[in-house]
């Protein structure tokens, strides 16, 4: 811990540390600095964490409210696998919304140094304020649904009654045509089969008169013939029984399949039991009013560190942050010019001279320079050699072409 004209800051601690860490502050330079600018920055990564948290809650509760085992609204009782897959994915998504934080944090600017965020500087953050409030938006909507879930769950059984109702109106609705028409054909067969029957009592009491008179006994061809149309009379009452029993048969069935499907009314009622449904009733019980303001409290919470860091007036570490950039292109050998020249756009451009970069080239392209003039010096002093030779030995020099010349394919 560094001492300055006897002033010495408190010693941090582990959790002002890790919110150093959060928001990205370079901790070697923050302890340099006063214990204001130590809470600062632990505020910063303080409510990225809790973002983090909150986004973790929300991910977690959302994903377990899709895929848990779906039944009455007011059903009490946890499932156990959905409930593990449901933290694992809280987790990963608290993890992912933190390093989202962290990075639109880090990467915002510190503004111009003043308290007021310019124009420039508001244009500028724009891209990194639609992002924190997406993110703000998908951590407080499953929030606001476990803020309402005692309403909500009320809401919700009315309505998954009210769709069981519906649902069996429908089915009966649709049933009923072939309903209405068996059962007035059933009955057009119980009339017919009991006027056959009363009409075959009467034939047979006519066969009994006939058979038993005083003038004539047994059976004549009057009793034949009542005999006769009794007999297929009888066939006619077999016909209908037979017409039916197939119609209640087929009535029978049509009654049990209304009943199977009437059996699956909570089946389709326990869709209702969803994310989107509750989202919907937690916007219909709470009022579009309170809904924004929950909304929108996610929101600041998720932008004030941008909009503070624009606000944020120059301090000790943001100084011994900038001289430490300035050390390292330094040591690097990166010079910059700032506003050196008009880019043609009103904009004034920056000039980067990599002085480093620049010395290794000139003398990767010295060195190669002096490679061309060591080849050429060796090609003429080799060129002046083999002449001398030609002029002290013409003909051996001649007969050596000749050969070469003998040797090559015709």
């Given amino acids: ?214 003038d004539r006994r047994g059976e004549g061809p009057i009793a034949e013939s009542i005999q006769r149309q009794m007999d297929r009379l009888d066939e006619e009452i077999k016909v209908k029984e037979l017409e039916q029993n197939s119609v209640d048969h087929e009535l029978s069935a049509i009654r049990a399949e209304i009943e199977e499907k009437k059996e699956n009314k909570e089946l389709i009622s326990n869709g209702l039991d969803g994310l989107l449904e509750r989202i919907k009733l937690s916007h219909e019980i709470a009022g579009w009013v309170i809904s924004l303001f929950i909304t929108l409290l996610f929101v600041a919470i998720e932008l004030t560190p941008i909009f503070f860091k624009l606000m944020l007036i120059k301090s000790p570490y943001d100084f011994l942050s900038d001289n430490q950039k300035e050390l390292i292109k330094a040591n690097a050998g990166i010079e910059i010019q700032y506003n050196f020249y008009d880019a043609g756009d009103g904009r004034e451009r920056d000039l980067v001279i990599f002085h480093e970069a620049t010395r290794q080239l000139n003398e990767e392209i010295k060195l190669t320079q002096a490679q061309k003039e060591l080849n050429d010096y060796i090609i003429s002093k080799w060129l002046e050699r083999e002449k001398k030779k030609v002029d002290n030995d013409l003909d051996h020099y001649i007969n050596i072409s000749n050969g070469e010349l003998s040797q090559r394919p015709g």
């Fill in 1 to 214: 811990m560094s001492t300055t004209n006897g002033y010495q800051a408190a010693r941090p601690g582990f959790f002002m540390r890790m919110f150093w860490k959060a928001c990205g502050a370079d901790r070697a330079i923050l302890e340099k600095c006063d214990y204001r600018e130590h809470v600062k920055y632990a505020c910063l990564g303080g409510i990225v964490v809790a973002t983090g948290l909150m986004a973790g809650l929300a991910g977690g509760y959302a994903f377990y409210t899709i895929f848990e085992p779906k039944g009455s609204a007011l059903a009490t009782g946890v499932d156990t696998n959905t409930l593990l897959i449901s933290l694992c994915f809280g987790v990963v998504w608290g993890m992912m919304i933190f390093n989202l934080d962290r990075f639109i944090v880090t990467s915002t600017g510190q503004g111009d140094g003043s308290e007021k965020i310019t124009r420039e500087e508001f244009v500028g953050a724009i891209p990194r304020i639609v992002m924190g409030v997406i993110i703000a938006i998908t951590i407080s909507k499953p929030l606001e649904i476990r803020i309402f879930k005692s309403e909500i769950d009320v809401a919700l059984e009315q309505e998954q009654l009210e769709k069981q109702s519906e649902f069996i109106d429908k089915i009966d609705d649709m049933y009923y045509p072939d309903i209405q028409l068996l059962e007035k054909k059933q009955e057009e067969l119980k009339i017919a089969q009991k006027e056959k029957r009363e009409r075959f009592v009467e034939l047979e009491n006519e066969k009994i008169i006939e058979i038993t008179r005083s």
